[in-house]
């Protein structure tokens, strides 16, 4: 009768797993054959590179950890075991992201009912997001899992009374938060406001047990904290807890020039493989000396806070539209969409109508209204919520930032949904009334239009666009760059666009494309050159030479290869003052293949000159 009875409760559970499994399962199947299925795009590319140095040099490394390791050690696991075979990284991912679902149910039955856990498990089956950065090679996957343990655990701490009388499960919160945080660094907030709700929940216990609590949830933090922290000294030479990436986020979302957004600190240094390096170099360069991590930190971070003290009402305004962003529907991201894998995934496409940020947000304020009854967890749910929330407002908004509040969201939502069922079953109008006019206004605040989607999606396409084309399959690469500009123009593909159709032999494409590219954006002095190079293919040289001239005039140290190529285009003219100009301006600003310079053919007419002789003379 035990048995039958543990079954009975536990079938529910299983059958939540099963039903996110096959969702996941049937989201793989859909995009096993496309091109994106083998690609590492952006942050992607990092892990696996971590992951397959870990393998191969050792575990312990020989840097302080800069970003959050716990994902790169996960799949440097996974690499041991199996090989580096991404589709296993997937379907372990997959095994993962249906647990999750389960922990989500059973704190949801805890801190609710049952209805409303197994509710907000089926929620965060079918939920879009979940589903997307579940299959994708990034760390969100397990943000949303040690969110979702996390809530399991404080739900036994609370639900029932006889639970409140097991203060070892608190050993276990803080192991799970240290972990959560070495996936997630801005998680470490959630250690002071888990504290928080441990003090005002049990306020009405003896201070000797509320002592103890906190002790063992100390104690659980240690354990994952200290060997972390004891590695970084041993490798690194001083006292970094988790990571020394706090000072450069903090200045890239909070400086003058912010905007909410991830800005790389040298333009055009968007790749991670700049992240470090770039830190490193513009600190050490301002201050003269070398650094370690911490110094480095802590200089971004002097930085930060010098820009906020100069004007404190633009960077309120700042924090304004990232808190605004944070609860916005659209998805955020940098180098890989979710609305891009909509046009892979058919599934995806068709719960994404339904089940996602936006839609679900408005009935998790529902949610809060209508349980307010049982504000002793709702409280503390809220305040998690808003806590996490604010974290991601505090550096920069993507939305695999806040993907892990998004399990209270969802436990919300689904305490929404079944009161709702039963004040309409019981034709209890008023409460529900009032809640629906209380979430009107943060569905229109969710979905107000403060990022394009179009701008989301099109670096997508243009990154598997550009992967496509470092494997020379060039008619992929065509593909996905033209798919990019056809959703935003204003993005970079263009100029790859002409630099493909260069590759395959079509010169007057690729001037078409150049041109596009410079028209888009006329400080594209790549494009500008690009473009440059195919009109003298094309025999049109003296266009050529203004490409080349508007690029030195305004970056006149860009390349100093254009002004020697202008230097022999006016040579050959004969024009051989203007040319003489442009050889030393080229010379002046680096150019130094000498031997070319002595040799070119076109420069035959400046070789009887005594201002030639004197410059090869040095």
């Keep these: 009768a035990g048995f039958t009875a543990r079954l009975k409760q536990a079938w529910p559970y299983a059958a939540i797993f099963l039903f996110a499994l096959v969702i996941r399962l049937v989201y793989l199947y859909e995009i096993i054959d496309q091109p994106i299925i083998s690609i590492l795009l952006g942050d992607a590319e990092s892990y696996d590179a971590w992951a397959q140095d870990i393998v191969l040099k050792g575990w312990i490394g020989d840097r302080t950890f800069y970003q959050a390791p716990f994902y790169p050690y996960f799949l440097a696991l996974i690499y041991t075991i199996g090989g580096r075979d991404f589709i296993l990284v997937r379907l372990a991912q997959i095994l993962i992201g249906s647990a999750s679902c389960v922990l989500l149910a059973s704190a949801g039955a805890r801190f609710f009912n049952k209805k409303t856990g197994l509710v907000a498990g089926g929620l965060l089956a079918l939920y879009v997001p979940a589903v997307f950065f579940d299959l994708l090679l990034q760390k969100a996957i397990l943000g949303m899992f040690f969110m979702c343990l996390l809530l399991f655990f404080l739900s036994r701490t609370t639900g029932q009374p006889g639970r409140q009388r097991q203060p070892g499960t608190w050993l276990l919160i803080g192991a799970c938060l240290a972990c959560f945080a070495l996936v997630r660094e801005n998680a470490l907030i959630l250690i002071p406001a888990v504290g928080v709700w441990m003090i005002i929940v049990f306020k009405n216990d003896a201070w000797q047990r509320t002592l103890v609590k906190g002790l063992l949830l100390g104690i659980g933090l240690c354990l994952v904290f200290f060997p972390v922290t004891l590695r970084n000294y041993v490798v690194g030479g001083e006292f970094v807890l988790t990571t020394s990436q706090l000072g450069p986020n903090f200045y890239i979302g909070n400086n003058r020039a912010a905007t909410g957004f991830y800005e790389p600190l040298v333009e055009g240094h968007s790749d991670w493989k700049f992240e470090r390096s770039d830190a490193k170099e513009l600190a050490e360069a301002a201050l003269g000396e070398e650094l370690t991590p911490n110094q480095i930190s802590d200089y971004w971070l002097n930085k930060a806070v010098k820009d906020i003290r100069e004007n404190p009402l633009r960077w309120l305004r700042l924090m304004g539209k990232k808190w605004l962003l944070v ?53 503390g749910l809220v305040w998690l919520w808003l806590c996490f929330a604010g974290s991601v407002t505090l550096f920069f908004v993507f939305a695999r930032y806040r993907h892990p509040m998004n399990a209270i969201t969802l436990l919300f939502a689904a305490s929404g949904l079944t009161c709702a069922c039963r004040l309409s079953a019981e034709k209890h109008f008023k409460p529900l009334v009032l809640g629906v006019l209380a979430a009107i206004p943060f569905a229109i605040g969710a979905h107000w239009p403060l990022v394009s989607k179009a701008r989301m999606e099109a670096p997508t396409h243009f990154n598997i666009g550009y992967e496509m084309e470092r494997r020379n399959q060039l008619d992929a690469a065509k593909d996905a760059y033209l798919l990019s500009v056809a959703i935003d123009s204003n993005t970079l593909a263009y100029n790859n666009l002409g630099m493909v159709a260069a590759k395959q032999g079509h010169p007057e494409d690729a001037l078409v494309y150049f041109s596009e590219a410079v028209k888009a954006k006329p400080n594209n002095w790549s494009a500008r050159v690009n473009l440059g190079i195919v009109l003298a293919q094309m025999g049109r040289k003296a266009e050529a030479i203004e490409q080349y001239k508007e690029v030195v005039r305004n970056e006149p140290g860009y390349n100093p290869s254009l002004s020697y190529n202008i230097a022999c285009y006016y040579a050959v003219e004969g024009q051989l003052i203007r040319a003489m100009e442009w050889l030393k301006k080229a010379v002046s600003h680096g150019y130094d293949n000498w031997d070319l310079i002595r040799t070119d053919p076109d420069l035959k007419n400046l070789r009887g000159l005594p201002e030639y002789r004197d410059l090869i003379s040095r």
């Excluded at 891009?340 to 839609?359: K, M």
């Design 327 to 379: 609860w916005n529907s659209t998805e955020s991201s940098d180098s890989e969409s979710i609305y891009a894998h909509y046009r892979f995934s058919r599934l995806l496409s068709v719960l994404g109508q339904v089940f996602h940020f936006g839609a679900l947000l408005p009935v998790a304020i529902l949610g809060i209204c209508l349980s307010w009854q049982n504000r002793t967890h709702v409280w």
